[in-house]
């Protein structure tokens, strides 16, 4: 898998890939507008298995904000990541805030290269592949890395944190 690019506008995330030298694929399609269900989109168009293609959330307990990074199949369990991040609770953020903290918008919204650092939890079944997709910062365009470079890009952890949809 090498650094393949079509002709596409840079987002933050793909720029901090190829900054970094991480081996990526771009993989881009046609978002129809409307569709709400941004993951499930991505998987569907790009011929992948919702298991292997993941969608970022934000989660927040009081100011603290963290990134849970799950399948695009399931949902995320929020008592495991807030046991996870060491919080008493959590909830998910809400979809403005997360916009401004990430430097996104909501259905292309990237774990890489957020607008502020926060804390990151990749679900543990990501572990199962040797890359995943996750979203490369704007709708319709989503990246193929390995699980570990996600990680070591976003200083995240693995977590047992997706619960089935």
């Known amino acids: 898998m ?7 506008a840079s987002t933050a995330a793909i720029a901090l890939l190829t900054e970094k030298g991480v081996p990526f694929e771009i993989l881009e399609y046609e978002h129809e507008e409307g569709n709400k269900n941004f993951g499930v989109e991505a998987a569907e168009k790009l011929g992948r298995s919702p298991e292997q293609v993941y969608k970022t959330l934000m989660v927040n ?12 199949g399931g949902k995320l369990n929020v ?6 991040l060491g919080w008493k609770s959590a909830k998910l953020a809400d979809p403005a805030v997360a916009q401004k903290r990430t430097g996104y918008v909501v259905g292309g919204i990237s774990p890489l290269s957020q607008k502020t650092a926060h804390p990151t939890l990749l679900d543990a079944g990501a572990q199962n592949f040797d890359t995943v997709l996750v979203s490369g910062g704007k709708r319709g365009c989503d990246v193929e890395l390995s699980p570990n470079d996600l990680l070591a890009l976003t200083n995240g952890s ?8």
């Open 2 to 8: 090498g650094k393949k690019k079509k002709a596409t």
């Open 61 to 72: 307990h009081e100011k603290d904000y963290a990134v849970a990074i799950v399948p695009v």
């Open 79 to 84: 008592k495991a990541a807030a046991a996870a």
């Open 158 to 165: 693995y977590a047992d944190i997706a619960a089935e949809a």
